[in-house]
Structure formats: C-alpha cells, structure tokens
C-alpha cells in the first residue's frame, strides 16, 4: 500500500559517486543546495571510517567562513588550508560560506585550521557537528518552496512570516505576496515538510509544498490507469523497482510522486522501468513544478470568478426586490404577502442574503478569524465587521418589527451587493497577479517538452536514436537538435555547424555562429543546420533554471520601500475602526443634540441607522491591499522585464539602490574595451633578429593566461606560421598550437600589476612595464622611452623586453574600445552619472582611453586590490556607487560597491559578488539597468501615492464629512466597489511596466538628469 503524502519525508542527495570535479563544477553554479562533499575516491575508505567512528586516525570538521565573495575567495581557503602540515582535504563551498577539513589530529590542532584561514584574511569559526543518534548521516539544512492561499495583504505576509520563524529549526522565512509563495529553509532533522504545511494550514491558511532543493524526488503525469486494478499494477511495478523508496499515486489527479535514491537508480531509468514493466499500458511525463504555479494562478483566478458569479447571481434578484419590484404592482403584491411575522419580499432577502453571507463569503470570516487569531488585522477583518454590521442590524430590524409593528429600513442589499463587489475585485485582482509573472512563465515555457537522444554503439558511433523528456536528460547524454527546434540543455556541440538564437536567455538579437566545440544554451532556438551536442548542466544547474531561480529570489525579496507598506499595514485595520466608531458615535450625538435636521434621515429611519451607514461604507471604503501590493507587484513585473532583456536584478534591495547611483565606476580591459587585444607594434631595439625577438617573447607569454600574453603568443605564431599549420579541430588546443617552435622556459612568475619572468636558455626575461625594468635595474634608453610614451598617447600599452640584463624591445598592444563606449558614457552624464575608469594601466593609456570615451575622472596604476580602495573613498559622503566589471577578477570590487554589476557574464550567471547580472558584453544593459530601476522606484513611488490618496480621500467621503454640502451619502455597497478596485487598480499600474523598452543608441542621448 503507497504511502499517504503525510508519510513523505524527503531527503538530501548525500551520495558517494560525485567526484571532485563535479562537485566543483556545481558548487559554481548553484544558488542553493545542500550536499556533502566528501567523495574524492582517494580517501572513501578512510572518510567512511570517520563517519562511522572508526578508527582510521583522521578527524572530519566543518568550518564556518565568512568573507568570500567569489570563486577566487574558496580557492584561496582551500589553497591555505591545504598547505596546513596533516590536513589531508579541503573542501571549501562558497555559497553555503562552508568548509569541509579531513586532518590528523596527531598532527594539527582544530586552533591552527581556523588560524590558516584567517591568515588568508578570511574570518574562520569552528562549527559543532550534529550527532544522529539513529545512525543515520545528519542532513544539511534545505530550502523549500510552498503556496499560501488566502493571503489578500501586507498584515497576511507578516502573521504568516511570523508564524513561520517560530517554528523550531526553520532558519529563515521569506513570503511574498505577489505570488503567494513562501520560501522556507529549515533543518529537516527538527522540522520535515509537512509540519511546516501544517503550520500554514493552522494559520488559517492553504498550504503546499512546490518543491525544495532536493533531488530525490520525482512528479510524474500518469496516463493509462482507468481503474484499480491499474492502480494495484503501477504500485506493483514501483514496488519491485530497486531504489524506489516510496511513492503516492493519485487517480484522479493522474500524479505520482515518487521518493528515490540517486545512487541506485536514475530518474530516467525509473521512468523507462515503469513503461518496460507496464507493457505500454502507462504513459509518464515528469511534470515541472513550475506547472503547478501556472495551473495555481489560473485555478485561484476560477476559484474568485465562480464565488464572484454565483454571488451575482443571488445578488439580482435580491436587486430587483429591493429596487424594481416594488413599481410593479403585480410583483409587489405578491412580495408585500405577510407570512407567518414577515413579508414575503422580507423571507426572499432574509434567504438569499444569508447564503450570500455565510456561504459565499464564508472566506472573509474564516480568514478575519486565522487574523485574530494570530494577533494581526486585514482587509478581511473589515469586510466580515461591515457587512456583519448591516446583516445583522437587517435581521434585528426586522425582528424588533415584529416585535412592535415598527419597521425600520433593511439593508440586506448592502451587505450582497458588498461581497458581490469584493469578489469581483479579487478576481480582477487575482487576474492582473496573474499576469505580473508573465515574464517568468515565457522563461519556463523555453523549455522544451522532449529531446532526441542519440543511442551510442560500438566505437562511440550512434545507431539509433528516440525521444525522451527533455526534464530526464542527464549529463554526458548524446543528443540531436533539429533546424527550428530548442536545444534542450545546456552543452557542447559535438558534430555539425548552424547559427544558434539566444536572445530569448541573453537577450543578444544577433544570431550565434555555433560550430563543434561551442558552447549551446538550452532553450534557445537552433536555427539553420543538423547539431550533435553533449549534455553538460541540466536541471538546477543549467542556464535557464539559474536564471528562473534568480528572477524567484528577487521576487520573493524585499525592497526597502516595503517597510512603509508594512508598517502602514500593521496600524491601518486599528485606525479604520477606530474612525469608524468615531464616525457612529459623531453622527449620533450630533442627531441626539440636534446638530442636523431629521429631513436628512431616510424613511423610517432613526438616528443610529443614518450614523450606523455611514460607519459601515467607512469600514469597507478602506483598503490596506492597495499598499501591500504597491510595492511586491512592481518589484515582480520589473525583475521579469529585466529577465527578457538580459539584466538579471538579484533582488528589491538591489532594484532600490541602483535608481540614486551617483557614481558608475568602469573597469577598462574587457569592460570599456572589447577585451580582445591585439599587437599592433614590434620593434626591436638590439642586434636580434625580428623573427627571434617574437620567438623569445611568445616562449616567455606563453605559461601565462593574462590577455595582453594570449595577443603577444598570437601575433609570434602568425608571424611565422600565418596559422597556416594550425587544423580547425586544434584551433582550441594550446598544447597543439604552441608546441614545436617555442623555447622551454623554467622559474615562470607571474608579477601582478608588472608583468612577467622566467628563464630561457638559462637566462632571464623580463616582460612587462616600467616598475618591473626599474626593480630589475633595467636601464630605459631616452628613443626606447619616447617610443612607449608616444605608444601609450595613442591609447596603446607599450610592453618593454628585457633579456639578460639589456633592453631588448618593445611591443604595442592596443584593446579597441566598444563602439557603444562612448555613447553611454554621455548617456550617463546626461542622467545625471558620472563615469569614473579605474585601471591598472599606466597614466598615459589611461588618460588616451578616457579622453576617447569622455571620461573624465581616471585612477590609473590602481592594483586589483585597490579598486575597493577607491569605491570606498566614494562612499564616505554618503554616495551610492555602482561598480562595472568582469565578475571574476572584480569580484572584490563589485562586492564592495552599493551596486555591483557583473557584465558579459554570459552562461555564468550565478556570480555571487554581483547585485545586476548582465548576461552581454554590451554597456548599453548599464543604462538599461539604471533606467529600469528608476522606472521601478517612480511607478512605485505612483502606486503609494495613489494607495494613501484614495485612502485619505474616500474615507472622509465615506463618513460623510461632506455630506452636509453635497447632501450625498455614499452606499456602502458603493464604498464597497471603491474598495475593491483599487487595489486592482496599483496591480494595473504596476503591470504599465511590462511596456518597458530599454533604451538604444539612437534614444540613450535624449536622457534628461534626474
């Protein structure tokens, strides 16, 4: 028997057959994940003995590490602790700030671990390690993603938020309203995932898990079981299959979700056992979670339209025997009928109102009450306390007529008309919501349904192929991509040649030249010829999952403009009823003393009933939504639209900083310029031979990976060989290309900020700047000086060659600016920012470069390390500054600016140092990126202003401040209908910004300064 869902605890991926390499590889590209890495091969005996407390001699801990911003920052820990004498394995992981140190205690102590780190100028702190007493691996904590129904504002996402953290071992909760969904991490060895639906549900709300950070789990679609009796056979199939842990099949849903273990069985495998085992009779699709957000926004969307349609439907009759029957006489007779105390018109609306109340808008009482109970107010509070206050009141009018033959005015209208009102606008609300996320669900639908994949026989040749869903396709498979078909993961081309269109990811509208060896992006839209690729990063790990990943965590983040919102919703429930009862009570005494003549009373009336109209249109006119939703629905529609045109925005923190940039700092190599440079000058000034000079250049160049290294090795191979030797499958080979004519060289160094040196032929090298010449007392001819000079004028970078002692020549080398460079840059001054260049370069090139892009501000000569230096200077005003750099070498600079913006980052899109991700090499996105964050903040900034205003302008109107001018009272089905569009209405505004068209070159200059 499967399962009940309440009897399914996941767990963690905790597997041995990751080798280092891999986990390398996903601890790059992860946002979130929870894994042990501690299965290098060379020491999975004695790792397992320190699991199991054996007695291998060697100790397991984990050290905390915070500090890291970027894979350079790991990879400086792993190296410190490494070079530690008795540690035997480091393992550092960036984003979970984590490091895993195998070591003998006989010979190194827990202290000197943690002061290797800190040496490394890291802070370093020694973590307890969890005991399992079941004897089971502790597992690390998880993130998990679920749906909260029923939340309708800002008071909703603080209770349930609130309720959340207390939960013991949840590390942190974030809720957005928006999209009703709450991100949860939390200890799995405290708390499962169940216990946290639970909490939701006992909130008063609707919970369910969407998914988590597992990969052990699987949701299937199942076609083919009709009856039991299939039912019994799928659970038997399940049953049998190794590795299967457990499953829950629901019919009617057609779903099964199924619970396995990683290392014994694959995904795939476990779907094709299924259909094996089933003759054909099952058909499986792995169903995205993704899938289930798109099915939830539309099912929430038919939810309100059938409660708002069947409160219409009950409300027009009730219309027509308030307001039409009675001038027909035929219909007022029957109505004015008296059964048993009442009316028959009386019994009709009594009838239909009640449904209406307490069956139809039995939501408002339940979600008032999970409200109250938890210690918070919300929209529902006031729309239960004003339509209550006029049923009730209806019902005791009509009561207390029976009693004394007075009949005083009901108004059962006022409270059907009012749920009728508020169902339609969270319909309509539910709707633009809906659509909000559009960005997000045209980034999920890239996707493709199904790959081809290609069958491997004897001598790696294919012999067969067949299709298979695109979500089972696992690293190292074959696949086939046909002319006009998305290529369905991330990979290598590895046969054939077309031209690839990825604007839908990188948002590039040129077309991409793809041939064997390059790299493709699942999702995009192969467009001309037959490719052969090889599966390399799927799931969580490929491209497009990051990027949908990214664009989730921005949207469940919080700008800091929020706080407003939610601070107004904390109070606002409070106030409103106090204006209200301040609002009955005026009125009140003001007919008790006389203040306004009984002509302003209606008919029957008295003077309670006339202030009691009043105090209920102010209770239902209020609307708290609006606010909360001011902010979460722009902060979502911005970040999508960002999404689609390549700039990935980390979140609402990083959306509100980057609208007041002052300042925009530019890296020059790869980020002003196209980072590709090529020699443009070689002069020799000694007796050597031209052919000779490049040869003992290039040899020396060659170990080193710098760009100015690969132009220099580049130029010397074409000078002797015009790459006329050089096959097109070796072109990527640098072993190949440089092997056969250059010199071995030994004592390589590479000299930051100077240059480079080594041996050749026994004697020493120098290539590099002037520092590196003047501390190798290498003396600069006053010809040899006046050449570089002239060279670093005309924006090059002289290179000066020192071999053995003497000066040997001299290379220029120039990076050719981008051609949007210079546009920009006046584009930015116009908005009101202004460019600074920081470079290592020297004075000259620097001041060259500058002039020809229209920077003023340059810092020249500034090492890698220095760069933070002057972002920090900058902000000692109080400035915001954002940082343009590579993402990788400008790691510490981007984290040390308010706002770091990692350009060209291509596939990488998970650099951790960066707030922006600009997916092209293209400094037009920094425009984009400044101008779609003040776009953002100004419609905002719109949508509060228009929250209050209607606040502050219809509650007066609603407790008849002006109704001794104007002789106007405002219903409070009409307030009610006032309510509920205007929340519907900031929604609207919000959704104005998916008209968002990031500037060209042609517009950039039309900016005006803000």
């Given at each position: 028997?499967a399962?009940?869902?309440?009897d399914?605890?996941?767990?963690?991926?905790?597997?041995?057959?990751?080798s280092?390499?891999e986990?390398?590889?996903?601890?790059?590209?992860?946002l979130?994940?929870s894994?042990d890495?501690d299965?290098?091969e060379?020491?999975?005996?004695?790792?397992?003995?320190?699991?199991?407390?054996?007695?291998?001699?060697?100790?397991?801990i984990q050290?905390?590490v915070?500090?890291?911003?970027?894979?350079a920052?790991s990879?400086?820990?792993?190296?410190a602790l490494?070079?530690?004498?008795?540690?035997f394995?480091a393992?550092?992981a960036l984003?979970?700030?984590?490091?895993?140190v195998v070591?003998?205690?006989?010979?190194?102590?827990?202290?000197?671990i943690?002061?290797?780190?800190?040496?490394?100028?890291?802070?370093?702190?020694i973590?307890?390690e969890?005991v399992d007493?079941?004897?089971?691996?502790?597992q690390?904590n998880?993130?998990?993603?679920?749906?909260i129904?029923?939340?309708?504002?800002?008071a909703c996402v603080?209770?349930?938020?609130?309720i959340?953290?207390?939960?013991?071992?949840?590390?942190?909760?974030?809720?957005?309203?928006?999209?009703?969904?709450?991100?949860?991490?939390?200890?799995?060895?405290v708390?499962n995932?169940?216990d946290?639906v639970?909490?939701?549900?006992?909130?008063g709300?609707?919970?369910?898990l969407v998914?988590?950070n597992?990969?052990d789990?699987?949701?299937l679609?199942v076609?083919g079981v009709?009856n039991?009796?299939d039912?019994q056979v799928l659970?038997?199939?399940?049953?049998?299959?190794?590795?299967v842990?457990?499953?829950?099949?629901?019919?009617?849903?057609?779903?099964?979700?199924?619970?396995?273990?990683?290392e014994?069985?694959?995904?795939r495998?476990?779907?094709d056992?299924?259909?094996?085992?089933?003759?054909?009779?099952?058909k499986?699709?792995?169903?995205s979670?993704?899938?289930r957000?798109?099915?939830k926004?539309?099912g929430?969307?038919?939810?309100?339209?059938r409660?708002f349609?069947?409160?219409?439907?009950?409300?027009?009759?009730?219309f027509?025997?308030q307001?039409?029957c009675p001038?027909?006489?035929?219909?007022?007779?029957v109505?004015?009928w008296?059964?048993?105390?009442?009316?028959?018109?009386?019994?009709?609306?009594?009838?239909?109102?009640s449904i209406?109340?307490?069956?139809?808008g039995k939501?408002?009482?339940?979600?008032?009450?999970?409200?109250?109970r938890?210690?918070?107010?919300n929209m529902?509070?006031?729309v239960?306390l004003?339509?209550?206050?006029?049923?009730?009141?209806?019902?005791?009018?009509?009561?207390?007529g029976?009693v004394?033959?007075?009949?005083?005015?009901?108004?059962?209208?006022?409270?059907?008309?009012?749920?009728?009102?508020?169902?339609?606008?969270?319909y309509l609300?539910?709707?633009?919501?809906g659509?909000t996320?559009?960005?997000?669900?045209?980034?999920?639908?890239?996707?493709?349904?199904?790959?081809?994949?290609?069958?491997?026989g004897?001598?790696?040749k294919?012999?067969?192929?067949?299709?298979?869903?695109a979500l089972?396709?696992?690293p190292?498979d074959?696949?086939?991509?046909?002319?006009g078909?998305k290529?369905?993961?991330?990979g290598v081309v590895v046969w054939?040649s077309?031209?690839?269109?990825?604007?839908?990811?990188?948002g590039?509208?040129?077309?991409?030249s793809?041939?064997?060896d390059?790299?493709?992006?699942?999702g995009?839209i192969n467009m001309?010829?037959v490719l052969?690729?090889?599966?390399?990063k799927?799931g969580?790990?490929?491209?497009l999952?990051?990027?949908?990943?990214?664009?989730?965590?921005?949207?469940m983040s919080?700008?800091?403009?929020?706080?407003?919102?939610d601070?107004?919703?904390?109070i606002?429930?409070p106030?409103?009823?106090?204006?209200?009862?301040?609002?009955?009570?005026?009125?009140?005494?003001?007919?008790?003393?006389g203040a306004y003549?009984?002509?302003?009373?209606?008919k029957n009336?008295?003077?309670?009933?006339?202030?009691l109209?009043?105090?209920i249109?102010?209770?239902?006119?209020?609307?708290p939504?609006?606010?909360?939703?001011?902010?979460p629905?722009?902060v979502m529609v911005?970040?999508?639209?960002?999404?689609?045109?390549?700039?990935?925005i980390?979140g609402?923190?990083?959306?509100?900083k980057?609208?007041k940039?002052?300042?925009?700092i530019?890296?020059k190599?790869?980020t002003?310029?196209q980072?590709?440079?090529?020699v443009?000058?070689?002069?020799v000034f000694?007796?050597?031979?031209?052919?000779?000079?490049?040869?003992l250049?290039?040899?020396?160049?060659?170990?080193?990976?710098h760009?100015?290294?690969?132009?220099?090795?580049?130029y010397?191979?074409h000078f002797?060989f015009?790459?006329e030797?050089?096959?097109?499958g070796?072109?990527n080979n640098?072993?190949?290309?440089?092997?056969?004519w250059?010199?071995d060289?030994?004592?390589?160094?590479a000299?930051?900020?100077?240059g480079?040196?080594?041996?050749?032929n026994g004697?020493?090298?120098?290539?590099?700047?002037?520092?590196?010449?003047?501390e190798?007392a290498?003396t600069?001819?006053?010809?040899v000086?006046?050449?570089v000079?002239?060279l670093?004028e005309?924006?090059k970078?002289?290179v000066?060659?020192a071999?053995?002692?003497?000066?040997?020549?001299?290379?220029?080398?120039?990076?050719?600016?981008k051609?949007e460079?210079?546009?920009?840059?006046?584009g930015?001054?116009?908005?009101?920012?202004?460019p600074?260049m920081?470079?290592?370069?020297?004075?000259r090139?620097?001041?060259?470069v500058?002039?020809?892009?229209?920077?003023k501000?340059v810092r020249?000569?500034?090492?890698?390390?220095?760069?933070?230096?002057?972002?920090?200077s900058?902000?000692?005003?109080?400035s915001t500054?954002?940082?343009v750099?590579d993402?990788?070498?400008?790691s510490?600079?981007?984290?040390?600016?308010?706002?770091?913006?990692?350009?060209g980052?291509?596939?990488?899109?998970?650099?951790?140092?960066?707030?922006?991700?600009?997916m092209?090499?293209?400094?037009e996105?920094?425009?984009?990126a400044i101008?779609?964050?003040?776009k953002t903040?100004?419609?905002i900034?719109?949508?509060?202003v228009f929250?209050m205003a209607?606040?502050?302008?219809?509650?007066?109107i609603a407790?008849?401040?002006?109704?001794?001018i104007?002789?106007?009272q405002?219903?409070p089905w009409?307030?009610?209908?006032?309510?509920?569009?205007?929340s519907v209405?900031?929604v609207c505004s919000?959704?104005?910004?998916?008209?968002?068209k990031?500037p060209?070159l042609t517009?950039?200059?039309e900016?005006t300064?803000?």
């Amino acid at each position: 028997m499967a399962p009940s869902r309440r009897d399914l605890q996941l767990t963690p991926i905790t597997g041995d057959g990751s080798s280092a390499t891999e986990i390398g590889a996903m601890e790059e590209v992860r946002l979130l994940d929870s894994y042990d890495d501690d299965d290098n091969e060379e020491f999975s005996d004695v790792l397992s003995k320190i699991e199991e407390g054996g007695g291998s001699g060697l100790k397991k801990i984990q050290v905390g590490v915070t500090g890291m911003t970027c894979a350079a920052c790991s990879n400086s820990v792993e190296g410190a602790l490494m070079n530690v004498h008795g540690v035997f394995k480091a393992s550092v992981a960036l984003l979970q700030n984590r490091a895993d140190v195998v070591f003998d205690p006989n010979l190194v102590q827990e202290e000197e671990i943690k002061e290797a780190i800190e040496d490394a100028g890291f802070e370093a702190e020694i973590m307890e390690e969890l005991v399992d007493t079941t004897g089971g691996k502790t597992q690390g904590n998880l993130v998990g993603q679920f749906t909260i129904g029923g939340m309708t504002c800002a008071a909703c996402v603080n209770s349930v938020e609130g309720i959340l953290r207390d939960l013991p071992g949840v590390k942190r909760a974030v809720v957005a309203l928006a999209t009703s969904l709450g991100e949860v991490e939390y200890d799995p060895n405290v708390i499962n995932k169940d216990d946290i639906v639970t909490a939701i549900e006992d909130a008063g709300f609707e919970g369910a898990l969407v998914q988590s950070n597992q990969q052990d789990k699987l949701l299937l679609r199942v076609d083919g079981v009709l009856n039991e009796l299939d039912a019994q056979v799928l659970e038997g199939i399940l049953t049998r299959l190794k590795g299967v842990r457990q499953f829950r099949l629901d019919r009617i849903l057609g779903e099964l979700e199924v619970v396995f273990d990683p290392e014994v069985v694959s995904s795939r495998t476990l779907v094709d056992g299924i259909e094996g085992d089933g003759y054909g009779k099952f058909k499986l699709r792995v169903m995205s979670p993704y899938e289930r957000l798109t099915s939830k926004d539309t099912g929430e969307a038919s939810v309100m339209f059938r409660r708002f349609i069947a409160s219409l439907s009950l409300s027009i009759p009730l219309f027509f025997i308030q307001v039409i029957c009675p001038h027909i006489a035929a219909f007022d007779t029957v109505l004015i009928w008296r059964c048993g105390p009442f009316m028959i018109g009386d019994w009709l609306k009594w009838a239909l109102v009640s449904i209406i109340q307490f069956v139809i808008g039995k939501r408002f009482y339940v979600a008032a009450w999970r409200a109250l109970r938890n210690g918070s107010t919300n929209m529902d509070v006031l729309v239960a306390l004003g339509t209550s206050a006029s049923y009730f009141y209806s019902v005791a009018a009509l009561l207390y007529g029976a009693v004394t033959g007075f009949w005083s005015p009901t108004y059962f209208d006022a409270s059907a008309m009012l749920i009728t009102f508020v169902l339609l606008g969270k319909y309509l609300e539910s709707l633009a919501k809906g659509k909000t996320s559009d960005a997000m669900k045209k980034l999920v639908q890239l996707t493709p349904a199904t790959a081809i994949l290609l069958t491997e026989g004897k001598g790696g040749k294919f012999v067969g192929e067949r299709e298979i869903d695109a979500l089972l396709i696992q690293p190292g498979d074959s696949l086939k991509v046909l002319p006009g078909g998305k290529i369905p993961a991330d990979g290598v081309v590895v046969w054939g040649s077309s031209y690839v269109n990825e604007s839908m990811v990188t948002g590039e509208s040129v077309p991409v030249s793809k041939e064997v060896d390059s790299p493709v992006i699942g999702g995009t839209i192969n467009m001309h010829g037959v490719l052969h690729m090889k599966a390399t990063k799927v799931g969580s790990d490929a491209v497009l999952s990051q990027i949908i990943s990214l664009v989730e965590t921005a949207q469940m983040s919080k700008a800091p403009i929020q706080k407003f919102a939610d601070y107004v919703a904390s109070i606002f429930v409070p106030v409103v009823i106090t204006l209200a009862l301040f609002t009955l009570v005026g009125w009140s005494i003001g007919g008790a003393v006389g203040a306004y003549p009984d002509e302003w009373l209606p008919k029957n009336g008295t003077h309670f009933v006339f202030s009691l109209m009043f105090s209920i249109s102010v209770v239902v006119i209020a609307c708290p939504c609006a606010l909360g939703l001011a902010t979460p629905t722009a902060v979502m529609v911005a970040t999508g639209v960002g999404a689609t045109n390549g700039v990935l925005i980390k979140g609402g923190d990083a959306l509100e900083k980057a609208h007041k940039v002052k300042y925009v700092i530019f890296d020059k190599t790869g980020t002003l310029t196209q980072g590709k440079a090529t020699v443009t000058t070689a002069k020799v000034f000694s007796e050597m031979d031209r052919g000779e000079f490049l040869t003992l250049v290039a040899s020396a160049e060659a170990s080193s990976e710098h760009p100015l290294a690969k132009a220099i090795v580049d130029y010397a191979r074409h000078f002797h060989f015009f790459d006329e030797s050089i096959e097109d499958g070796e072109k990527n080979n640098k072993a190949t290309q440089n092997s056969g004519w250059l010199l071995d060289t030994s004592d390589f160094s590479a000299l930051p900020g100077k240059g480079i040196q080594c041996l050749v032929n026994g004697k020493t090298i120098l290539v590099g700047n002037r520092k590196l010449m003047s501390e190798n007392a290498i003396t600069i001819p006053d010809h040899v000086e006046k050449f570089v000079a002239d060279l670093e004028e005309s924006a090059k970078t002289g290179v000066i060659v020192a071999y053995n002692g003497e000066l040997v020549g001299v290379m220029g080398i120039a990076d050719p600016l981008k051609r949007e460079a210079a546009v920009v840059v006046e584009g930015l001054l116009r908005m009101g920012v202004l460019p600074i260049m920081v470079t290592g370069d020297n004075w000259r090139t620097a001041r060259a470069v500058a002039k020809e892009v229209g920077i003023k501000d340059v810092r020249a000569e500034v090492m890698p390390a220095g760069k933070a230096e002057v972002i920090r200077s900058l902000q000692k005003d109080g400035s915001t500054v954002a940082m343009v750099g590579d993402g990788i070498n400008d790691s510490p600079a981007l984290a040390a600016a308010d706002v770091g913006m990692a350009i060209g980052a291509g596939t990488d899109v998970a650099i951790e140092a960066a707030d922006y991700v600009l997916m092209r090499n293209n400094l037009e996105d920094v425009i984009t990126a400044i101008d779609l964050s003040r776009k953002t903040l100004t419609r905002i900034r719109l949508n509060y202003v228009f929250a209050m205003a209607y606040n502050v302008v219809s509650i007066p109107i609603a407790a008849g401040v002006f109704f001794p001018i104007l002789r106007v009272q405002l219903p409070p089905w009409a307030a009610g209908a006032c309510m509920a569009l205007s929340s519907v209405s900031v929604v609207c505004s919000s959704l104005l910004l998916r008209r968002y068209k990031k500037p060209r070159l042609t517009t950039i200059l039309e900016f005006t300064k803000e």
